[in-house]
T-cell receptor, first 115, second 111 residues
Framework: DGGITQSPKYLFRKEGQNVTLSCEQNLNHDAMYWYRQDPGQGLRLIYY???????QKGDIAEGYSVSREKKESFPLTVTSAQKNPTAFYLC??????????????FGQGTRLTVV | GENVEQHPSTLSVQEGDSAVIKCTYS??????FPWYKQELGKRPQLIIDIRSNVGEKKDQRIAVTLNKTAKHFSLHITETQPEDSAVYFC??????????FGPGTRLSVLP
């Protein structure tokens, strides 16, 4: 069953701790994205990766880090430097920036709450 | 980078009426124009898309129109139903560029 999977669905973090959100896809997509969504708001791009071992900052990268060691995986780390991390995080993938004319598939999201 | 404006930000219609959401953009290199629907607490899902060589596309009660000259495209939902209530995002794509999403429109269909 092909798709994009995020885990966990819900995550609680204490202030001052780093936490890593998982995103895995088996669609053979080159491009992967991380978005942050606050209540009632749109999608804000955190980081994106067009190919393995390469990634670029989006509009709100401060306090976040990513890696792309494998084509199918694009984990996001929310560091203690992120001042207001409580949000809904969405991972997405698509064929690639050289062909961003195909559907972007989203994971089911991770709801992160700082306690 | 590319900017996408989406209007209105909120829209309320009576069940059975039509709803129209419009997006405008500036980058003429964009050639792929999808629309996503996001229900509360769920992931956005593609509902319809159009490519630059087509002016209109329809799928049952949903249609998208594209005016490349004027750089805008619109989502049309006819005979709206309560299950159409959601947030709708337009997006842009094209060779050599990332997807760019609009800010979203919250549609409420009133019974």
């Amino acid at each position: 069953d092909g798709g994009i999977t995020q885990s966990p669905k819900y995550l609680f973090r204490k202030e001052g701790q780093n936490v890593t959100l998982s995103c895995e896809q088996n669609l053979n997509h080159d491009a992967m994205y991380w978005y942050r969504q606050d209540p009632g708001q749109g999608l804000r791009l955190i980081y994106y990766s067009q190919i393995v071992n390469d990634f670029q900052k989006g509009d709100i990268a401060e306090g976040y880090s990513v890696s792309r060691e494998k084509k199918e995986s694009f984990p996001l780390t929310v560091t203690s430097a992120q001042k207001n991390p409580t949000a809904f995080y969405l991972c997405a993938s698509s064929m690639g920036v050289l062909d961003s004319t195909g559907e972007a598939f989203f994971g089911q999201g991770t709801r992160l709450t700082v306690v | 980078g590319e900017n996408v404006e989406q209007h209105p930000s909120t829209l309320s219609v009576q069940e059975g009426d039509s709803a129209v959401i419009k997006c405008t953009y500036s980058d003429s290199a964009s050639n792929y124009f999808p629309w996503y629907k996001q229900e509360l607490g769920k992931r956005p899902q593609l509902i319809i898309d159009i490519r630059s060589n087509v002016g209109e596309k329809k799928d049952q009660r949903i249609a998208v129109t594209l005016n490349k000259t004027a750089k805008h495209f619109s989502l049309h939902i006819t005979e709206t139903q309560p299950e159409d209530s959601a947030v709708y995002f337009c997006a842009l794509g094209g060779y050599g560029q990332n997807f760019v999403f609009g800010p979203g429109t919250r549609l409420s269909v009133l019974p």
